[in-house]
């Protein structure tokens, strides 16, 4: 896999969510899963300052339902996030909301914090019960394991069909003290029987007021994970948390002053490190799109259209298939619900290949070698109706696609 | 291919476009396509009334255009039409446009009738120029072969990547005068470089107001060919004429009667068997799926979950491996965008699986030899929020799917 860039200004080290001070993590097999870790533990030394992001789907999971409301009786207060996989406790009712609760309860008693100060999720098989004396008994020993060098097992025990673990660690100054931020999450699938969910866990030392970390958090979601799509599908079980302890000792940020900037340009950047992961190990991915809509009226409008294209499947098995085929990606644009003037259409694909609408006279072979040789695909277009821009995040349909999802349980 | 049941209350007879009285037709190949025949032209002896719908993509093509604007001139009236398979004459400028008035130059001078009476239509490759040359010559052909046989070939002519014809024809009676209606259509799938484009042309010999009959075709389009999705993507050149002649002798309908009534459940029953046609000839498509979604607040409502089902690639991808994973169903009821109640929805397919959003107790084997067996797959979702219902129909995500779409042009 090629090297993800992001922003220049912030260099990647190697790490994750306990590179902060005074995370600990822990990641071990509890049973759940065959042979696969399948329970992670985070903990903050000091109760940190948090907030969360959740799926928009209808048939939110339990655990989603039971860490929005610890939130709000800690008014955004976090010092715990216990994680399983195998099983997404998702469409399983008053039980599921009921075995939710007995998880935060065994975190509560094991690591004698509060109720409200715990998060949990799933991911895994919807509709099934979680087996709650495995979990009980694993996280005994996620206890015991819990370590400022447990972040990669971590990484590891929150993963289903990922084929690779997504970490990410950087650093940069408030005010001459070093503020560490550190991240990880895990993409698209689910072996037994398939749901796509995305988790994302962010860690941070830095000190910050809850009100702009969960405004930073909501607009760098909104940037990242949300323009992300494998498959178009919204699971169930998303969700984003991040937790800011304080232990950097940097002056509190409570206001959008310069400070704030940096903080926001560095959660941005673990953001869009973490969603690239993601859609590069997106089922049966072998490239990755980018596409960016330039000059749209709105953002929202921009995404509208950018999203249009990484989600169509003709554009998906085009890029699979290393074919410069620019019409698809204009037909995209022209059902994506925008009042884009067709006349105006330009499109970029390594050269400008489509001004105003119409096609300008290009090598389909060199193009094809481009996209045959490259992992990373960027493509821009420009609309000409105004000056916002988006830019969102795809891969490509493939037959390891079918087949991962087609396996009958 | 098992046979497609609609309406019960007509029997679908063997036939097509020229089934109605004074309806003529041919179909050949003009070389646009390689040993392929390309080249439809429908011709009604008595001018018609007529209604077309069109594509709601903003890159609408060249031929869709011009005839819009010829319909308009003519106060929907329409005596023939000329189809050419091949090239799409979609985003071509304004030598696309061009084009296809002289498209409509040849027809005219051809068969000696006003300008404004001929519909145009293309699909296939876009970006490219026609070979007006090739069209003018094959088109001289195709006036000499009309005939009240070809309807055959002039549904062979329109083809793409469908594999099969897709046709046909009906009678009724209004006031003793029996009633004539035929249709023909082609599918999604363009070889090279492949663009889903759907047509379909409906012929009858009713005497209807051209209100009535623009009116019918609009409510039956929204209900039949608006609800099917081969892979979410709106072609540039998608569009939908019927023409009524007159020639049945009945007296004129003018007015919502009974007799409106009976043609309407007509043309929806030749809407939706073309329809389902398409969809069976799905790129790459093994099976057909049905979603009724019923007790919704609205119409709209009920599509939208409707949509969300059978546009889900974890759906179609499920369907494709027989696995009942109704969890995959539920998620996309849930990102539809309908505030539904995850407590209250029911599901069925074969049996009822879910009730109020919590799987029941049924043989996952049982349920997976009925998938394995069956080529039309019924589900139905209860939101249990209204009194609407909207019927959507779908195919599965295949291998070939992937095949057919990635292949380099």
Chains 1, 2 share one sequence.
């Not at 008994?137 to 025990?157: M, P, R, T, V």
């Not at 988790?199 to 607009?219: G, M, N, P, W, Y």
Request: with cysteine; net charge neutral; aromatic share 6%.
């Amino acid at each position: 896999m090629q090297k993800i860039i992001v922003n220049k200004d912030f260099e990647i080290i190697s790490g994750g969510i306990t590179y902060p001070q005074g995370i600990k993590a822990s990641g071990l097999k509890c049973g759940i899963r065959l042979n696969k870790k399948d329970l992670a533990l985070i903990y903050s030394e000091k109760l940190a300052e948090a907030a969360a992001v959740y799926t928009t789907n209808k048939f939110k999971a339990a655990p989603l339902i039971v860490t929005e409301d610890n939130l709000i009786k800690s008014e955004g207060k976090l010092q715990a996030i216990l994680i399983n996989s195998g099983i997404a406790n998702a469409c399983t009712g008053q039980r599921g909301l009921e075995d939710a609760r007995k998880m935060v309860d065994y975190v509560a008693e094991g690591l004698s914090i509060d109720h409200k100060y715990i998060a949990i999720a799933s991911t895994g098989k919807i509709g099934e019960f979680l087996p709650l004396e495995k979990i009980k008994k694993g996280l005994k020993e996620a206890i015991s394991k819990l370590s400022d060098l447990g972040g990669k097992e971590a990484a590891e025990a929150i993963l289903t069909t990922d084929t690779t673990k997504k970490e990410i660690a950087l650093n940069f100054k408030v005010d001459d003290k070093e503020v560490r931020i550190g991240g990880m999450a895990k993409g698209s699938g689910m072996i037994h029987p398939n749901m796509a969910t995305m988790l994302a866990f962010i860690t941070t030392d830095i000190s910050i007021s809850q009100e702009l970390l969960k405004e930073a958090l909501q607009k760098v979601v909104a940037k990242t994970f949300n323009m992300i799509s494998v498959d178009g599908d919204t699971s169930t079980n998303d969700m984003v948390i991040v937790m800011a302890n304080g232990l950097a000792g940097n002056p509190t940020i409570i206001e959008k002053d310069s400070n704030y900037s940096k903080f926001f340009q560095a959660l941005h950047c673990v953001g869009e490190y973490l969603a690239k992961c993601i859609v590069k190990d997106g089922e049966g991915a072998s490239k990755m799109m980018e596409i960016e809509v330039q000059n749209a009226m709105t953002f929202d409008e921009a995404k509208r259209v950018a999203k249009a294209v990484i989600n169509s499947p003709l554009v998906k098995t085009a890029l699979f298939g290393a074919d410069p085929n620019w019409g698809r990606i204009l037909a995209a644009v022209g059902y994506s619900g925008v009042e884009v003037d067709p006349e105006k259409v330009d499109l970029y694909l390594k050269e400008k290949i489509v001004e105003n609408g119409q096609p300008l006279k290009f090598s389909r072979q060199e193009l094809h070698q481009y996209l045959s040789s490259s992992e990373e695909i960027k493509i821009v277009i420009d609309l000409k109706r105004g000056k916002e821009k988006a830019t969102a995040w795809g891969c490509d349909l493939t037959y390891d696609y079918v087949k991962i999802n087609t396996k009958y349980s």
